[in-house]
């Protein structure tokens, strides 16, 4: 396996004269996380202006709530889980899709970026319903490990980290006419690729965390840089990974 510092070095070269293919591919993934960090700094700043005024507030109105009010509640807060979830659902077939297409660009550094249609692949019949498929399997997994404690759960997750790239490449060795790959054949390839491997891809993660510093004191505008050096990163770690397995 190639050091981290190769890895990187390996993105740094093909997204040399190209940063803004680079940037313009997960334009939509960045947005959203400068979205989410800026409404963190929203939320934050609301948090402490007006922590003690809303506690007593929400004391008062629970001590008068009708049935009904109660019934309205409960509703009106299955309907903003329901929301999330199917937020969370699109933000991620955006990211998984834009992997995809960096792990294209990964392994053919003359391709030619689509900006719209490549960080929108996620979103096509070949992949949405398997992206959708995958994340709720590889979510059920990691919970049903996490019952047994934090750690199984976590290490879980980083053994199935590789899903759905793997997922990728079964699809696109599946002959056209024969059936489509089965998630949990995606899940199982995944885990055993990362056996060894597990506290590597958590180091190559932490090797960011100055970047990501550095993009939170600017108000996210860093992740326009960040979110392509990593998903490179990463996409360049997965293929070196299958080559060496």
Same mark, same amino acid.
């Given at each position: 396996m190639k050091t981290r510092a190769e890895l990187k070095s390996e993105v740094k070269q093909l997204f040399k004269g190209r940063w803004k293919d680079a940037i313009l591919l997960c334009i939509v993934v960045s947005l959203l996380s400068i979205f989410t960090i800026l409404t963190n700094y929203s939320?934050?700043?609301?948090?402490?202006? $007006?922590?003690? %005024?809303?506690?007593? $507030?929400?004391?008062?109105?629970? +001590?008068?709530?009708?049935?009904?009010?109660? $019934?309205?509640?409960?509703?009106?807060?299955?309907?903003?889980? +329901?929301?999330?979830a199917i937020f969370a659902l699109i933000v991620n077939i955006f990211k998984v899709g834009t992997s995809y297409s960096m792990l294209d660009w990964v392994r053919n550094? *003359?391709? *030619?970026? !689509?900006?719209?249609?490549?960080?929108?692949? $996620?979103?096509?019949? =070949?992949?949405?319903?398997?992206?959708?498929?995958?994340?709720?399997?590889?979510?059920?997994?990691?919970?049903?490990?996490?019952? +047994?404690?934090?750690?199984?759960?976590?290490?879980?997750?980083?053994? @199935?980290?590789?899903?759905?790239?793997? @997922?990728?490449?079964?699809?696109?060795? %599946?002959? *056209?006419?024969?059936? =489509?790959?089965?998630?949990?054949?995606?899940? %199982?390839?995944?885990?055993?690729?990362?056996?060894? !491997?597990?506290?590597? +891809?958590?180091?190559?993660?932490?090797?960011f965390i100055g970047w990501a510093i550095l993009s939170g004191i600017t108000m996210g505008i860093g992740q326009l840089w960040l979110v392509p050096y990593t998903y490179g990163t990463f996409a360049n770690y997965y293929d070196n990974l299958t080559q060496n397995a």
């Open positions: 939320g934050q700043a609301q948090k402490w202006q $007006g922590k003690n %005024t809303m506690a007593d $507030g929400a004391v008062n109105q629970a +001590l008068h709530l009708t049935a009904f009010d109660i $019934g309205m509640l409960i509703t009106v807060l299955l309907v903003i889980v +329901l929301v999330q550094p *003359e391709r *030619e970026i !689509h900006p719209v249609s490549d960080s929108t692949i $996620g979103f096509t019949k =070949k992949y949405a319903w398997p992206i959708i498929g995958l994340a709720i399997l590889r979510g059920i997994f990691v919970f049903l490990w996490s019952l +047994l404690l934090i750690v199984p759960g976590i290490v879980k997750a980083y053994a @199935y980290s590789q899903s759905y790239y793997v @997922y990728k490449d079964m699809l696109a060795a %599946t002959p *056209e006419g024969q059936p =489509k790959p089965r998630f949990r054949d995606a899940i %199982t390839r995944s885990r055993q690729l990362m056996v060894g !491997h597990k506290w590597q +891809l958590f180091v190559l993660q932490l090797s």
